[in-house]
């Protein structure tokens, strides 16, 4: 299972991104895809996730709800997390993951399958 991110960067407070997690078709028809974030010194936090389907999205970071948007296009066989609001304290490494689990309860690190390599976002003025 190889899942690879994009579209980290640097932006100012109050800007946007939209990171990107690409992966085989076979990949996305199976598993759920999840964004954890993971900043200095802090442990490993689940953002989002989205079904094999794309039918169930979860956002359980409470800090999120409401900037974040997760999706997918099977089409480019690809994850998609938008980013909008953004504030300092989203400045993390932010990794795609895959799980066997259903997107809907709360995912943790040890329901994941593969991980990303993680894409840096940094949010600052």
């Known amino acids: 299972v190889q899942l690879v991110e994009s579209g980290g960067g640097l932006v100012q407070p109050g800007g946007s991104l939209r990171l990107s997690c690409a992966a085989s078709?076979?990949?996305?028809?199976?598993?759920?895809i999840a964004w954890f974030r993971q900043a200095p010194g802090k442990e490993r936090e689940g953002v989002s996730c989205?079904?094999?389907?794309?039918?169930?999205?979860?956002n359980y970071a409470d800090s999120v709800k409401g900037r974040f948007t997760i999706s997918k296009d099977n089409a480019k066989n690809t994850v998609y997390l938008q980013m909008n609001s953004l504030k300092p304290e989203d400045t993390a490494v932010y990794l795609c993951?895959?799980?066997?689990?259903?997107?809907?309860?709360?995912?943790?690190?040890?329901?994941?399958?593969?991980w990303g390599q993680g894409t840096q976002v940094t949010v600052s003025s």
């Open positions: 993951a895959a799980s066997a689990w259903r997107c809907g309860g709360r995912l943790t690190p040890s329901m994941i399958v593969s």
């Open positions: 078709r076979s990949t996305l028809d199976f598993y759920t």
């Open positions: 989205i079904s094999s389907t794309g039918s169930e999205v979860a």
